[in-house]
């Protein structure tokens, strides 16, 4: 069966699925997308992803096309005709397609781009689950609101090339000695004391919603939670170092730069937080 993607109001093949290239999100990167998990054919926390898709494009003055109400009945729509039972939705919108290349906003008339598209992926199952990753470290040139969004990825995509090369599955960004956060994830900790030490939100890191996620799970079982930064030498010396994002859930961290976190293997509480979570993602599915 041919895979069904949405362009602007239409379910198509994704082999006719295209948008114009004087689209804005092709031209300047103006635009805003959020990737929803899918469990067993459901979308998971996904008010999470929503909310988060209505702070960043009010950022940048952008109006969604659609309702949040109807942007989930679409998504719904798209893992049926799919029959996707494990893996991701894409969906982004930009500002459309104007009738030239001006960097102003478009004054009146363009109707901003709306896109989703679905993938297979068995994260539940991911064998990365089981042994962990490495991450190496790369310097953050990212801008300064990285709490928004964005599909500018260029950073994004050049630290997890530079993590593809060097054989490491994902790459942390360091910023004044600290960890911001990965290519494509929020990184966490655990010191020797049994604290769970994540960045706190601001304009320095996006606001993760599988990360908010894990810090409430954790926080309601009476878990310390500390959210400031953290160095790498901290990280190297922790009992355990993981990462959470919508494709990953909670992953393990062995190394980084090609040093070994503790024993090199993913440590008990990154195992059961990966656990909880899990439980609340089916339980909270739609």
Known sequence: MDQIAYVNGSF??????????????????????EVAAVLDGKLIDNASHLARL???????ALALPETTDRIQEIQKELV????????????????????????????????????????VKDIINAPSAKTGIAV?????IRWERRDIKSVALLAQVLAKQAAAEAGAGEAWMIEEGMVTEGGSSSAFILTQDDVLVTRQNSSAILPGCTRKAVVALAEER?????????????AL?????????????????VSIDGKTVANGKPGP?????????VDFARATAV
């Open 12 to 33: 198509l093949p994704l082999a006719d699925a295209k948008v114009s290239i004087l689209d804005r999100g092709f031209l300047f990167a103006d635009g805003i997308y």
């Open 54 to 60: 209505e702070r960043s494009v009010g950022e940048i």
């Open 80 to 119: 049926a005709r799919n029959n996707l039972v494990n893996g991701m939705v894409y969906l982004e919108v930009t500002r459309g397609a104007d009738s030239g290349r001006d960097f102003a906003f478009p004054k009146s008339g363009v109707k901003p781009t709306l896109i989703m598209f679905t993938s």
């Open 136 to 140: 190496i470290t790369v310097p953050d």
């Open 222 to 234: 009476q878990l310390r939670v500390e959210e400031r930064p953290f160095s790498v030498q901290e």
């Open 237 to 253: 010396a922790a009992k355990e170092a993981f990462t959470t994002s919508a494709t990953v859930f909670v992953q393990a961290v």
């Open 269 to 277: 509480m990154t195992n059961r937080l990966r656990e909880i979570y």
